[in-house]
Nanobody, 127 residues
Framework: VQLQASGGGLVQPGGSLKLSCAAS????????IAWFRQVPGKEREWVSC????????SYADSVKGRFTGSRDNAKNTVYLEMNNLKPEDTGVYYC?????????????????????WGKGTQVTVSS
C-alpha cells in the first residue's frame, strides 16, 4: 500500500498550491481519501474528505470556500487545490485512505477512521 502526497511548498499569503495524493496497493473504488494537516506541537487537524461517490466531498470550516478537493479515478489520484492561503494553513499535509465499506462506517474526518496513511508534504504560507 502506498499513498504519496506531493505539491507542497512555500507560498505567500493569498497564494495558491495544488496538492496531489497518488495511491496504489488497495481497492481504490472502496476508499475515501482524506487530507489532514499538522503543525509541530499541535494535534493533527482534519482538512477534507473526498469520497468515491458523487457529491461526497466535505471540508473543515476553516478551509471551506478556499480549498477544493477532486478525484481522478483513472489515475488513482486525489487533489487538493488550495486558494487564498493563510499563514494558519501552514503545516505538514497528509493524505489517508478510509474504507467506505467498513461496518460500522468509519468517519472520514477522524484519525481513527483511516486505514492507510501516506508521508506528508510541507506547506508553508509566509511572506
Amino acid at each position: 500500500v502506498q499513498l504519496q502526497a506531493s505539491g507542497g511548498g512555500l507560498v505567500q499569503p493569498g497564494g495558491s498550491l495544488k496538492l496531489s495524493c497518488a495511491a496504489s496497493g488497495f481497492t481504490w473504488d472502496h476508499h475515501a481519501i482524506a487530507w489532514f494537516r499538522q503543525v509541530p506541537g499541535k494535534e493533527r487537524e482534519w482538512v477534507s474528505c473526498i469520497g468515491s461517490g458523487v457529491d461526497t466531498t466535505s471540508y473543515a470550516d476553516s478551509v471551506k470556500g478556499r480549498f477544493t478537493g477532486s478525484r481522478d479515478n483513472a489515475k488513482n489520484t486525489v487533489y487538493l487545490e488550495m486558494n487564498n492561503l493563510k499563514p494558519e494553513d501552514t503545516g505538514v499535509y497528509y493524505c489517508a485512505a478510509s474504507n467506505n465499506l467498513s461496518k460500522p462506517p468509519r468517519p472520514c474526518n477522524k484519525d481513527y477512521g483511516m486505514d492507510y496513511w501516506g508521508k506528508g508534504t510541507q506547506v508553508t504560507v509566509s511572506s
